[in-house]
């Protein structure tokens, strides 16, 4: 079976990315001194995954009731609370209303702007048995902060695509996600995406037959230890048929639409 590709190492991460990590990593030192328990979320846990993502905002799941004393903690050591954007909140819908933005930059573009981000885990919902410590892959000390499973990540994505209506900005989003995800990550391509129709001779070349049967054993490997919650075991089926090429994300179930 060919191995996962490590996470991608601190020294991978831009300039311009470094600045605000300096931040965040005086940021996450704070708020664990205080007792927060923080969970590495969105791009920070795609890039530990494997996906060449940009690091744009840092985002973290922090408990309910926490949430409010994480965010009065960063504003006391010159982090502002910025209210939510009009224009994001459109684009992303509960991805940006759902969290609590802190400002990272100076910026007056919209473009530009960096922030740490706390979810509320009412909005994320991972269990205990889901997560595990490790090193920051993003922060210059590295230090160790809550990591949720491959498998609780997809089955995240998968879960909330039934809270939310098919073509609605919050749905888009996850379904990039899932696909960045899935060829990143679980087919394991640098380029992000092969397809046996389009292109025999790049299929051919990737060994993509092998790493196709490759994601069924670590799917199975998931079933077997039991990392589905009950009455999620079909989530191992839906992303074995994609990977197969015999499912696709658009398809998948919401809450106004059934799989076709």
């Not at 190492?9 to 708020?31: C, G, M």
């Not at 007792?35 to 494997?50: D, H, Q, S």
């Not at 909140?89 to 910026?107: M, N, P, Q, W, Y």
Request: hydrophobic share 40%; with cysteine; proline share 7%.
């Amino acid at each position: 079976m060919l191995a996962l590709r490590p996470p991608l190492a601190p020294s991978s991460l831009t300039e311009e990315e470094k600045r605000p990590a300096k931040l965040v990593d005086i940021a996450l030192s704070q708020l664990q001194v205080q007792g927060v328990r923080l969970i590495e979320w969105m791009a920070l846990l795609y890039r530990r995954m494997g996906e060449p993502i940009v690091v744009r905002d840092f985002a973290y799941v922090v408990p309910d009731d926490d949430i409010s004393r994480a965010s009065d903690i960063l504003s006391s050591i010159g982090l502002p609370l910025t209210p939510h954007s009009n224009f994001w909140t459109d684009v992303e819908g509960d991805f940006h209303t759902k969290a609590i933005h802190h400002r990272l930059t100076r910026s007056t573009s919209l473009a530009e702007d960096q922030y740490l981000l706390l979810y509320p885990t009412s909005f994320v919902q991972l269990n205990p048995e889901e997560l595990y410590t490790a090193p920051s892959v993003c922060l210059p000390s590295g230090r160790e902060v809550l990591v949720p499973r491959p498998s609780a990540v997809y089955a995240w994505i998968l879960r909330t695509m039934l809270k939310y209506p098919k073509w609605g900005s919050v749905r888009t989003t996850l379904d990039s996600d899932l696909q960045e995800l899935h060829d990143y990550h679980l087919y394991r391509i640098e380029m992000g995406f092969a397809s046996f129709k389009d292109s025999p001779e790049l299929w051919k070349k990737l060994n993509m037959d092998e790493r196709v049967a490759d994601v069924q054993s670590v799917i199975n490997e998931w079933k077997w230890d039991d990392e589905w919650r009950e009455g999620e075991e079909w989530f191992g089926d839906a992303l074995a048929a994609i990977a197969a090429g015999k499912g696709k994300i658009d398809c998948l179930p919401s809450s106004n639409a059934f799989p076709v």
